[in-house]
C-alpha cells in the first residue's frame, strides 16, 4: 500500500488535490471531514470529469469523491484483495487497522507489483491478460472527448494515433496532471506521452511487468509481428485482463503458492523438529566456517550452549591430539570431494576429551560456490567403552559381575608380590555354598541365580573395600583379602561371611536358609604360588565341608597337624636309622612266567615302631626321603639283605637274585657303587645277587651321569630295573641308551588289563619294545590266575604279585621258595 496516506480536507479545490497526486505520483486522495476519511478520490474519478469545462475542475473533492470507501484489514492476505480488486471492480481500498483508523491507500498496481504473484505472471503471456480491444483514439479528438470515451470503455488508458508520429498513450493518470494543470483546448495528439513502449503478446506477464516498473510507466502497448496494435496491458489487466480465468488461475497459483508455502513451512519444521531431536550433533557453519547453528545434541555432546559458539569456529572443540596434517588431510577432502567423515578427538567444554565420529559436508550454491558446511557427530566413546567393556566381560562373571577366576589370578599375584615385598600376608578364602544344589534343584535355576546374586551382595558387603570378592562357577567364590596382620583377621572376617550368608533368603516368595563353607590359606604361610595358595584354601573348606558344614577351617592347622605327625614319624625313623630297632625286610619272590620257576626277589622295608605301630612304606618312605633318613636306613636294607645272602651262601641254600629299590637320594648319594662294592666285598658276595629298582624320575636328570653310575653298578654286577614302568615319562627312547636290564610293568597296567583295553596296548607296545631293546620285562601285582594267564600273551618274562607270593620274613622265604629255585 501507499503509506504515505495523501489527504485534504473535502472543501480543497479538485485541482490543487490533483497537484499533490501528480506531485506525489498518487493514485488517490482520502477525503477528510473533522478529521474522518469520509471519501476518496482517485485518478480514475478523472474520467467523469467535463474537462471542456474549467470550473468543473476546481469544485472542492468532496463534491466530486466517492463516499463509499472500501476498506481492507492491514492484515488481509494480497490474495484476497487482488480478488475484491476484481470482484468488486474496484482501483482502490483503503487499508484499516483493527481500530478502523487508516493506514494506506492499497491500489491495483500496488497489488500487482507486491503480489507474490511472480509464479502466475511467470506462467501468463500477455496474450491472455491484455485489453484485446483497446482504446485507440485520434490524437485529433478533445480531454473531454478523450474522457467520455473512457469512461465509455471502462479504459484507463488510451492509445493515440497521430499520422506520422510514434504512438503515443493517455493514462488516468495524465488526467489528474491535466486536472491540476489545464492546458487547455489542445488535441490529446499533442498531449500524449511518447514513446509507448510495447511487448510481443507472446511475451509473459512478467516480462511485462518488469518493463512497467523499470520504465515508471503503467502502459504497454502489445503489438504483433504486423506492427499492429492487438492490445494494451497494463496493472488492471494484469490483475484482470481475463478476469473470470484469471479468479480461478489466482486461486490454483495462490493456493499452490500456500500448499508450497506450508510445506516449506511443514518441511521446515520437520527439519527443525528432526535436527532438535537429533541424537547427532549437527552444526552448521557459512563457507568461512564460523558457527551459524548447533543442535540441541551438540549441547548436550560439548557442554557449550548456542551463544558460546555461534560466530566461532569448530576449532574451539579441538583437542590437540591430531596433528596439523590430520586436519590438512579433512579439509583437501572437503574442497576436492565436497565430504570428509571420519573419527577425531575433541575435548568438551570441562576439558574432557571424546571421540566423535564425524560427517561434514559442504553445501553448494547453484554456482558451485560453497555457502555453507554441515557437520554431523556422534560421541562414540561409549561405543569404545562398549568394546573395552566386552573385552573387559572376559574378566568378569556374567551373573554377579564379580570378578571371575582370570581376573582375580591377576590380582593374587599382584597382592602377592606386594605381600612379599612388604613383608605382609594375605589370606585366601574359599567359600562354597551348603545346600545349593538342593536349591537350584528344586526351585529352580532362576531362584537359584538369583540366591547367587544375593549372597555375592551379602558377601561383598561384609567385606573390606579393598579385598576381591571372585565367582569361581557355580557357588564358588573367592575372597582375596591383601594386607593382614593377623591371621585373627582372616578368621574374623571369615566368620561375619558366614553370619551373611546364613542368614534367610526370601527369594520370589521363597523363604529358605543356606549356609557356607570355608577354607583359608595364608600367603606366605601355607603356599608360594597362586595355584598351591587356591588348592589349599580349597582343600580347607572340603575339610570345612566334611566337619560339619556352615564353618571354616584353616589349611594352616592341617599343614600343623600334618607336619606335627611327620615330625613324630620323623623322630621315630631317626631312631630306627640309628639303632636299627623295629626295622625288618620282607622278600616278595619273583618268578618265571612260563615256567614259574623262582627267579629272584624284591627286598622290601618293613617297619614296627612302639608308639606307630606298622607302619607301611608308602607312609613312612616319603617321610624319610624328605627327611634324608632314607640314607641310613637304605644302608641298613642293603647291608641286611647283603648279609642274608651271605648266610643263605653259608647254609648252602640255592639263593636268587634279590632286588633292592632305591630312592633318588639314594641312587644320586656320593660314590653309590663303591658304597655297593664294599657291602658286597665286606660280605663276600660274588656278583650278580643284589640287583637294584629305579624310578624314571631318578634317571630323568643328568642321563650322562647316571649313564656313568647305572654302568659302574652293572659292572658290580647289579641288574638294572625300571620300576613303576608306564606311571612316569616312560621314555622308551632314553632307555635305549641306559644301560638298564629289566622293566617292571607298574601294577596299575596289570590290574586294568582284563577291563580296559589301552592298559593291554600298553602292555603289548612295552613288552615288544622291551623285547626289541633286549630288556627283560617283569610284571607287579599280579594278584589274579586271569592276570597271569593275559600276561602270558605277550613278551613278559617275570611275574610278581600277591597271586604267586607275598612279601615275607627272610625264613619264610627261604622255607617257602628257596627251596624250589
Ligand atoms: P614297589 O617298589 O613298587 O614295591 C612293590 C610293592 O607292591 C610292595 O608294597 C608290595 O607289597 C606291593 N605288591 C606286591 N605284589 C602286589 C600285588 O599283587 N598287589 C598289590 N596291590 N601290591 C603288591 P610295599 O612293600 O608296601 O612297598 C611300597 C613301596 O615302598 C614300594 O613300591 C617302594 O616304592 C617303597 N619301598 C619299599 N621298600 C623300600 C626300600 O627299601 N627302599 C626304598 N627306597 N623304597 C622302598
Ligand atoms: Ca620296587
Ligand atoms: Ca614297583
Same mark, same amino acid.
Given at each position: ?220 502497448? !502489445?503489438?504483433? #509481428? ?16 481475463? #478476469? ?35 541424537? #547427532? ?207 585373627? #583377621? ?80 620323623e623322630?621315630a625313623l631317626r631312631d630306627t636309622a640309628e639303632t636299627g630297632a623295629g626295622l625288618d625286610v620282607h622278600y616278595q619272590p619273583i ?7 623262582l627267579r629272584g626277589a624284591e627286598a622290601l622295608l618293613r617297619w614296627q615302631h ?5 607302619v607301611?612304606p608308602?607312609?613312612f618312605i616319603p617321610v624319610a626321603e624328605r627327611s634324608g633318613l632314607i640314607l641310613p636306613l637304605g644302608r641298613r636294607l642293603i647291608r641286611k639283605v647283603a648279609a642274608q645272602q651271605q648266610r643263605w651262601l653259608a647254609a648252602g641254600q640255592a639263593v636268587v637274585p634279590v632286588a633292592v629299590n632305591l630312592s633318588a637320594k639314594q641312587f644320586w648319594q656320593n660314590d653309590l657303587p663303591a658304597r655297593l662294592a664294599a657291602i658286597f666285598s665286606e660280605h663276600e658276595l660274588p656278583p650278580g645277587l643284589i640287583d637294584v629298582e629305579l624310578t624314571e624320575s631318578t634317571l630323568?636328570?643328568e642321563?650322562?651321569q647316571a649313564t656313568h653310575i647305572l654302568q659302574s653298578l652293572r659292572e658290580l654286577g647289579c641288574g638294572v630295573a625300571i620300576d613303576d ?13 641306559l644301560p638298564v636290564t629289566t622293566?617292571k ?20 607296545? !612295552? ?9 627283560k620285562?617283569v ?19 617275570c611275574?610278581q ?6 612279601p615275607v620274613a627272610a625264613d619264610v622265604f627261604a622255607r617257602?621258595w628257596l627251596?624250589?629255585a
Open positions: 500500500m501507499q503509506t504515505g496516506l495523501l489527504s485534504c480536507d473535502r472543501h480543497t479545490p479538485l485541482d490543487v488535490a490533483a497537484a499533490r497526486m501528480a506531485e506525489r505520483r498518487c493514485s488517490s486522495m482520502l477525503v477528510m471531514e473533522n478529521d474522518e476519511p469520509v471519501g476518496i478520490w482517485t485518478e480514475h474519478d478523472c474520467i467523469y470529469l467535463d474537462f471542456a469545462d474549467p470550473g468543473a475542475l476546481r469544485q472542492p473533492i468532496g463534491d466530486l469523491m466517492i463516499e463509499s470507501i472500501a476498506t481492507i484489514a492491514a492484515d488481509a492476505s494480497l490474495g484476497e484483495a487482488a480478488m475484491r480488486f476484481a470482484a468488486e471492480n474496484r482501483h482502490h481500498f483503503l487499508v484499516v487497522d483493527e481500530a478502523q483508523a487508516p493506514l494506506g491507500i492499497l491500489s491495483r498496481s500496488d497489488a500487482v507489483l507486491n503480489q507474490g504473484l511472480e509464479s502466475y505472471l511467470r506462467l501468463r503471456e500477455v496474450r491472455h491478460a491484455m485489453c484485446k480491444t483497446p482504446l485507440v483514439l485520434p490524437g485529433t479528438l478533445t480531454l473531454g472527448e478523450l474522457a467520455s470515451r473512457m469512461r465509455f470503455t471502462h479504459t484507463d488508458a488510451a492509445v493515440i494515433t497521430q499520422p506520422g508520429q510514434a504512438l503515443g498513450i493517455i493514462t488516468e493518470r495524465d488526467l489528474v496532471r491535466f486536472v491540476a494543470a489545464h492546458p487547455g483546448q489542445v488535441s490529446v495528439g499533442e498531449l500524449a506521452t511518447r514513446p509507448l513502449l510495447s511487448v510481443a503478446p507472446g511475451d509473459t506477464l512478467i516480462h511485462a511487468r518488469d518493463q512497467l516498473i523499470a520504465n515508471r510507466v503503467r502502459h504497454l502497448a !502489445v503489438i504483433d #509481428e504486423s506492427e499492429q496494435v492487438v492490445g494494451l496491458l497494463g496493472f488492471r489487466e494484469m490483475l484482470d485482463g481475463n #478476469e473470470q480465468f484469471y479468479i480461478e488461475d489466482l486461486r490454483q497459483a495462490l493456493a499452490q503458492r500456500d500448499q508450497a508455502l506450508s510445506q516449506s513451512r511443514f518441511n521446515l519444521e520437520l527439519a527443525e523438529r528432526v535436527i532438535d531431536a537429533s541424537l #547427532e550433533g549437527i552444526i552448521i557453519t557459512d563457507a568461512q566456517t564460523h558457527i551459524e547453528f548447533v543442535n540441541p545434541a551438540f549441547t548436550h555432546m560439548t557442554g557449550y550452549r548456542p551463544e558460546e559458539v555461534i560466530g566461532r569456529t569448530p576449532a574451539l572443540l579441538s583437542s590437540g591430539r591430531h596433528e596439523a596434517d590430520f586436519y590438512a588431510r579433512m579439509w583437501h577432502s572437503l574442497k576436492s570431494n565436497g565430504y570428509w567423515r571420519g573419527e577425531i578427538w575433541n575435548r568438551r567444554k570441562n576439558g574432557q576429551l571424546y571421540l566423535e565420529l564425524l560427517t561434514v559436508t559442504a553445501i553448494r550454491d547453484e554456482a558451485g560456490e560453497t555457502t555453507n558446511y554441515a557437520a554431523l557427530f556422534s560421541d562414540i566413546t561409549h561405543i569404545r567403552e562398549n568394546e573395552e567393556q566386552v573385552r573387559r566381560l572376559a574378566y568378569y562373571d556374567a551373573l554377579t559381575r564379580l570378578p571371575n577366576r582370570r581376573l582375580l589370578e591377576d590380582r593374587l599375584s599382584l597382592s602377592m608380590r606386594h605381600a612379599h615385598r612388604n613383608s605382609r600376608r594375605l589370606a585366601v578364602i574359599f567359600i562354597d555354598l551348603d545346600h545349593f544344589k538342593q536349591v537350584n534343584d528344586s526351585l529352580g535355576h532362576a531362584i537359584g541365580d538369583e540366591l547367587l546374586l544375593q549372597v555375592s551382595q551379602r558377601l561383598s558387603a561384609r567385606l573390606r573395600e579393598d579385598d576381591t570378592l571372585a565367582r569361581l562357577g557355580g557357588d564358588e567364590f573367592i575372597a582375596l583379602l591383601p594386607d593382614l596382620d593377623e591371621p585373627a #583377621e582372616a578368621t574374623h572376617i571369615a566368620g561375619r561371611l558366614i553370619a551373611a550368608i546364613s542368614e534367610p533368603f526370601k527369594i520370589d516368595g521363597h523363604e529358605f536358609r543356606v549356609g557356607g563353607s570355608l577354607g583359608i590359606s595364608f600367603y606366605p604361610d601355607d603356599a608360594a604360588t597362586i595355584d598351591d595358595l587356591m588348592r589349599n584354601a580349597d582343600a580347607a573348606m572340603y575339610r570345612a565341608k566334611q566337619e560339619g558344614r556352615n564353618t571354616y577351617r584353616l589349611f594352616n592347622s592341617k599343614t600343623h597337624v600334618q607336619e606335627n605327625h611327620h615330625l613324630a614319624m623322630s618268578f618265571d612266567t612260563r615256567s614259574g620257576a612302639p608308639g606307630f605301630g606298622h607301611a608308602a607312609d630323568l636328570d642321563s650322562q614302568f608306564g606311571t612316569g615319562y616312560s621314555s622308551l627312547r632314553y632307555l635305549q641308551d622293566l610293568i607298574d601294577r596299575s597296567f596289570v590290574a586294568r588289563m582284563q577291563t580296559a583295553h589301552g592298559s593291554r596296548a600298553i602292555v603289548a607296545a !612295552v613288552t615288544g619294545l622291551a623285547h626289541e631293546l633286549g630288556l620285562v610284571a607287579e601285582g599280579v594278584e589274579q590266575a586271569s592276570q597271569l594267564a593275559a600276561l602270558k600273551q605277550y613278551p613278559v618274562h611275574v604279585g600277591f597271586h604267586l607270593g607275598m617257602e627251596g624250589s
